[in-house]
Nanobody, 124 residues
Framework: QVQLVESGGGLGQAGGSLRLACAASGRTFNNYWMGWFRQAPGKEREFVAAISRSGVSTNYADSVKGRFTISRDNAKNTWYLQMNSLKPEDTAIYYC?????????????????WGQGTQVTVSS
C-alpha cells in the first residue's frame, strides 16, 4: 500500500522558516515527479513546487519563488520543502504528491498519489 506522509508543519512566524518533509512508502518513487500543493481555508488547492525525477528540474509558483526550495532524496524515498521568509498568506494545509507523468508541474490532475496534508500556520 502506497503512503505519503507529510511532517514538519506547525506554527511559524512571519520572516521565519519551516521545513516540510514527505516520506513515501509502499513503492519506490525514483521515477516520479514530486510536488507540493497547498490549500488555504475557503480556497482551492494550489500548486506550490515540483521537482523532476533526477532533481535537476524544479518549478515554483510565483508566490513562493525565491523563498521556497523543493528537494528530494531518492535514497530515502523522501522529498522536502524548505520554506523561508514566511508570510501569513502562506498559511494553509500543505500536501505532497507524486506523479508518474512527465513534468506534471502545476496540473493537479496529473498527480497519482497524495499525502494527508500538514497544517502550516504563519503568524504576523
Amino acid at each position: 500500500q502506497v503512503q505519503l506522509v507529510e511532517s514538519g508543519g506547525g506554527l511559524g512566524q512571519a520572516g521565519g522558516s519551516l521545513r516540510l518533509a514527505c516520506a513515501a512508502s509502499g513503492r519506490t518513487f525514483n521515477n516520479y515527479w514530486m510536488g507540493w500543493f497547498r490549500q488555504a481555508p475557503g480556497k482551492e488547492r494550489e500548486f506550490v513546487a515540483a521537482i523532476s525525477r533526477s532533481g535537476v528540474s524544479t518549478n515554483y509558483a510565483d508566490s513562493v519563488k525565491g523563498r521556497f526550495t523543493i528537494s528530494r532524496d531518492n535514497a530515502k524515498n523522501t522529498w522536502y520543502l524548505q520554506m523561508n521568509s514566511l508570510k501569513p498568506e502562506d498559511t494553509a494545509i500543505y500536501y505532497c504528491a507524486a506523479s508518474s507523468k512527465l513534468n506534471p508541474s502545476i496540473n493537479i490532475f496529473l498527480y497519482d498519489y497524495w499525502g494527508q496534508g500538514t497544517q502550516v500556520t504563519v503568524s504576523s
